[in-house]
């Protein structure tokens, strides 16, 4: 099993920067990929950022946040984060932390297999 914590989230003003971070535990050499992805109610969940954590190379990203978000990963502290600059009103939501083992790049929500609780991002204009 692996488990993920997610920590850093918090409000901030439209134009700010945070920097979400999620620590792996566990099983961590099944990871493959880890991901982020965010949810506001009613809506469904939006693949934010993913990261290949086997060797180098950057993150690949959602349309919404290309230029803006930074995904990156510490592979001896397994932990990834994510640097959010620009932020705006519609970046509000709660993100969420994921992680798979299968090899194969994904950024929708059902090919992940492990999930963090979440941390809440608030973006005030």
């Known amino acids: 099993q692996v488990q993920l914590v997610e920590s850093g989230g918090g409000s901030v003003q439209a134009g700010g920067s945070l920097r979400l971070s999620c620590a792996a535990s566990g099983r961590t050499s099944s990871i493959s990929y880890m991901a982020w992805f965010r949810q506001t109610p009613g809506k469904e969940r939006e693949g934010v950022a993913a990261?290949?954590?086997?060797?180098?190379?950057?993150?690949s990203y959602g349309g919404s946040v290309k230029g803006r978000f930074t995904i990156s990963r510490d592979r001896n502290k397994n932990t990834v984060y994510l640097q959010m600059n620009s932020l705006a009103p519609e970046d509000t939501a709660m993100y969420y932390c994921a992680a798979k083992g299968s090899l194969q790049y994904a950024l929708e929500p059902m090919r992940y297999n492990y999930w963090g609780q979440g941390t809440q991002v608030t973006v005030s204009s």
């Open positions: 990261i290949y954590t086997g060797g180098g190379g950057s993150g």
